[in-house]
């Protein structure tokens, strides 16, 4: 069983930045063997994966946000950052963190990233 706990969320403006947090419980050393992933579904639309970063620091990013989101891990910390700049108004959705175990995928409770002026 794992938890995930996410953070950071709020209200910007379009330009601004926000820095999204996720903590799992997981020990340590799975944590460290973890892919960690943010996803994000916006109001009438499908979740869709946004970043994921890989057990050695390899990163993926949906096209939608390569250059201007960045997704990291403190492993000592047990916590994937989304540094999230240049947002515009479709960034707006409840971002969700994610894991896997096995064949478990892991859920956080999810956090509102509203976009507007």
């Known amino acids: 069983q794992v938890q995930l706990v996410e953070s950071g969320g709020g209200l910007v403006q379009p330009g601004g930045s926000l820095r999204l947090s996720c903590v799992a419980s997981s020990g340590r050393i799975v944590f460290r063997l973890s892919t960690m992933g943010w996803y994000r579904q916006a109001p009438g639309k499908q979740r869709e994966l946004v970043a994921r970063i890989m057990p050695g620091g390899t990163t993926n990013y949906a096209d939608s946000v390569k250059g201007r989101f960045t997704l990291s891990r403190d492993n000592a910390k047990n916590t994937v950052y989304l540094q999230m700049n240049t947002l515009k108004p479709e960034d707006t959705a409840v971002y969700y963190c994610?894991?896997?175990?096995?064949?478990?995928?892991?859920w956080g409770q999810g956090t509102q990233v509203t976009v507007s002026s």
């Open positions: 994610n894991t896997a175990l096995g064949t478990l995928d892991y």
